[in-house]
C-alpha cells in the first residue's frame, strides 16, 4: 500500500470552488514545473444563460464529453441513472474519463475532480480510483460532502484510506488554498523521488 499522505482530498459544500480550485492548482504546477506528466480529468457545468443545464468531463489535455444533462432525450437516456434532474450519460463519462485512470510508470500526479455520486455510477470508475491509490502515485481529488451526514460508500472509503488528507473548503479558505495545496503537491513528488 502507498505510503502516507499520498492523497490530497479536497471536499465543500456544492458551489464553494473546488472545481476552480484544482483548475487553478492544476495551472500552477504546469507552469513551475512543466515537465511533470498529469492525468486525469475534472468536472465542469454546462450553462445556458444563468441556468445550470448539466456537466460534462473535461480531460487535462482539453478534451471533453458529457457527463450528465436536463435536456438529453432519446431512447438510451430512457436507462440512464438520475441524479436530481440530471441524467447521467455513463458511457460518454467512461469513454473520456477512464482512459485517463490507467496508471503508467511515468505518470507523476493524477487529478480526479470528482469522485461523486454521477461519477459512482459508472460500475468500473471506482476500481480504477483504487487502482490509482494503491500505485502510490499522488493523487489530488475531491469529494462532495455528506448529505445528511451520511457519506457514499465509495467516497468514505477514500475518505478513509490511510494515505488521505482531508481539505473542507468554504468562502474563507479558499484564497489560500490554492498555494496550500500547491506547495503540498510539489512536496509529495519531491518525496516520490527520492
Same mark, same amino acid.
Given at each position: ?62 478534451? @471533453? ?8 432525450? #432519446?431512447? /438510451? =437516456? &430512457?436507462?440512464? *441513472? @438520475? ?8 458511457? #460518454?463519462? /467512461? =469513454? &473520456?474519463?477512464? *482512459? ?95
Amino acid at each position: 500500500m502507498g505510503g502516507p499522505g499520498r492523497c490530497l482530498l479536497v471536499t465543500g459544500p456544492s458551489g464553494v470552488g473546488k472545481t476552480t480550485l484544482i483548475v487553478k492548482v492544476f495551472e500552477m504546477l504546469k507552469a513551475s514545473s512543466p515537465n511533470l506528466k498529469i492525468k486525469g480529468f475534472y468536472t465542469r457545468e454546462i450553462r445556458q444563460g444563468s441556468q445550470r443545464v448539466g456537466f460534462e468531463v473535461v480531460t487535462l489535455d482539453g478534451r @471533453t464529453a458529457p457527463l450528465a444533462s436536463t435536456s438529453v432525450s #432519446s431512447s /438510451e =437516456s &430512457l436507462r440512464w *441513472p @438520475t441524479v436530481g434532474r440530471y441524467k447521467v450519460d455513463i458511457a #460518454s463519462f /467512461e =469513454s &473520456l474519463a477512464l *482512459p485517463e485512470l490507467q496508471v503508467e510508470k511515468d505518470t507523476d500526479l493524477f487529478i480526479i475532480d470528482e469522485v461523486g455520486k454521477m461519477e459512482l455510477f459508472s460500475s468500473s470508475f471506482f476500481p480504477a480510483v483504487l487502482k490509482v491509490l494503491e500505485s502510490n502515485t499522488p493523487l489530488l481529488a475531491s469529494i462532495p460532502i455528506p448529505k445528511f451526514g451520511r457519506d457514499i460508500p465509495g467516497v468514505a472509503r477514500l475518505r478513509n484510506h490511510p494515505g488521505a488528507n482531508i481539505l473542507t473548503l468554504n468562502p474563507s479558505n479558499r484564497g489560500e488554498a490554492n498555494e496550500q495545496i500547491h506547495g503540498e503537491i510539489l512536496n509529495m513528488l519531491e518525496q516520490q523521488q527520492h
